[in-house]
């Protein structure tokens, strides 16, 4: 008798995992922007980088009494004599970390790409592009009339969200201008 209950509750359970379907809407960007739609090749990046260095510096210790006590048996009997120790400089080194801006090329092999859809979604390819992996769509935004942005969608927890990142299209050639605090920029030229 046991042996039926559990397998009809095996049953009644895998029928409905296999029922399981995800509700979750499919979403689309909309048609994407001619100007941008394409495969672009990653060639130049400029961002910030910290870099460590250390400074020598010394201090002066002045004289003073150091004081020596006897420990016996696990304990500090008394004190035992104090000698003078002379004043003296002492080296140490401090750790300075600096932020520093530096430019990186990128040679045509191994390609670093991009590619736009006109479906409005968005492919990327390379090691360096893994800031973009999880980025499945994107639109261009021309809400302000002086300045392009470029909306990329993060699809997670059933949730899709977008951020905006300034964009430049100047014939061939494409520049992507993160949110940084400083000047940063990824340029790209198109891949005939």
């Given at each position: 008798?046991?042996?039926?209950?559990?397998?009809?509750?095996?049953?009644?359970?895998?029928?409905?995992?296999?029922?399981?379907?995800?509700?979750?809407?499919?979403?689309?960007?909309?048609?994407?922007?001619?100007?941008?739609?394409?495969?672009?090749?990653?060639?130049?990046?400029?961002?910030?980088?910290?870099?460590?260095?250390?400074?020598?510096?010394?201090?002066?210790?002045?004289?003073?009494?150091?004081?020596?006590?006897?420990?016996?048996?696990?304990?500090?009997?008394?004190?035992?004599?104090?000698?003078?120790?002379?004043?003296?400089y002492?080296?140490?080194?401090?750790?300075?970390?600096?932020?520093?801006?530096?430019?990186?090329?990128?040679?045509?092999?191994?390609?670093?790409?991009?590619?736009?859809?006109?479906?409005?979604?968005?492919?990327?390819?390379?090691?360096?592009?893994?800031?973009?992996?999880?980025?499945?769509?994107?639109?261009?935004?021309?809400?302000?009339?002086?300045?392009?942005?470029?909306?990329?969608?993060?699809?997670?927890?059933?949730?899709?969200?977008?951020?905006?990142?300034?964009?430049?299209?100047?014939?061939?050639?494409?520049t992507?201008?993160p949110?940084?605090?400083?000047?940063?920029?990824?340029?790209?030229?198109?891949v005939?």
């Amino acid at each position: 008798m046991k042996k039926v209950f559990y397998l009809s509750l095996t049953l009644f359970l895998a029928s409905l995992l296999v029922n399981c379907k995800d509700t979750t809407a499919a979403f689309s960007p909309g048609a994407g922007d001619a100007r941008i739609t394409g495969t672009w090749r990653l060639v130049e990046r400029l961002y910030p980088i910290n870099v460590d260095y250390y400074v020598q510096d010394s201090f002066y210790v002045a004289e003073h009494y150091k004081k020596d006590s006897l420990f016996q048996n696990g304990l500090f009997v008394g004190i035992k004599d104090s000698v003078l120790v002379p004043g003296q400089y002492q080296k140490t080194s401090i750790k300075v970390t600096k932020s520093v801006d530096t430019t990186r090329q990128y040679a045509a092999n191994p390609a670093q790409t991009l590619t736009f859809g006109t479906d409005g979604q968005l492919t990327s390819e390379g090691a360096e592009m893994t800031y973009y992996l999880p980025t499945k769509y994107y639109r261009v935004d021309t809400t302000y009339p002086d300045s392009l942005f470029l909306n990329l969608y993060i699809s997670t927890n059933r949730t899709t969200v977008a951020f905006a990142q300034g964009v430049k299209i100047e014939a061939q050639t494409l520049t992507i201008l993160p949110r940084c605090e400083r000047a940063c920029y990824s340029k790209f030229v198109r891949v005939p």
